[in-house]
Nanobody, 121 residues
Framework: QVQLVESGGGLVQPGGSLRLSCAAS????????MGWYRQTPGRERELVAV???????NYVDSVKGRFTISRDNAKNTVYLQMNSLKPEDTAVYYC???????????????WGQGTLVTVSS
């Protein structure tokens, strides 16, 4: 019953900014990690940013200095602030959380539905 709902995608010009949000609903006992992936049709899904339970973050080199991942544990929400967007950032962005819920023997990966980010002039 855990579901992730994404929002914040849209059309933006190069150099612009967007903030993606991903909120989890349902019974969640713990979240071990949260992350953002992106995918362009015909290409492999790419891990963009992750934040683990201890607060450590990692980013793919292409977004370092431009994107910031953050979380609000009280709201079971992860954000991706995207600045200085480039056309190559255009993709469907998916959030993912490794969560422990009721009836789970071990944590599982839960995925959002994706939100489209288009960077174009």
């Amino acid at each position: 019953q855990v579901q992730l709902v994404e929002s914040g995608g849209g059309l933006v010009q190069p150099g612009g900014s967007l903030r993606l949000s991903c909120a989890a609903s349902g019974t969640i006992f713990s979240i071990n990690a949260m992350g953002w992936y992106r995918q362009t049709p015909g290409r492999e899904r790419e891990l963009v940013a992750v934040i683990i339970s201890g607060g450590r973050t990692n980013y793919v080199d292409s977004v370092k200095g431009r994107f910031t991942i953050s979380r609000d544990n009280a709201k079971n929400t992860v954000y991706l602030q995207m600045n200085s967007l480039k056309p190559e950032d255009t993709a469907v962005y998916y959030c993912q959380m490794n969560v422990l819920s009721d009836h789970y023997i071990s944590p599982l990966d839960i995925w959002g539905q994706g939100t489209l980010v288009t960077v174009s002039s």
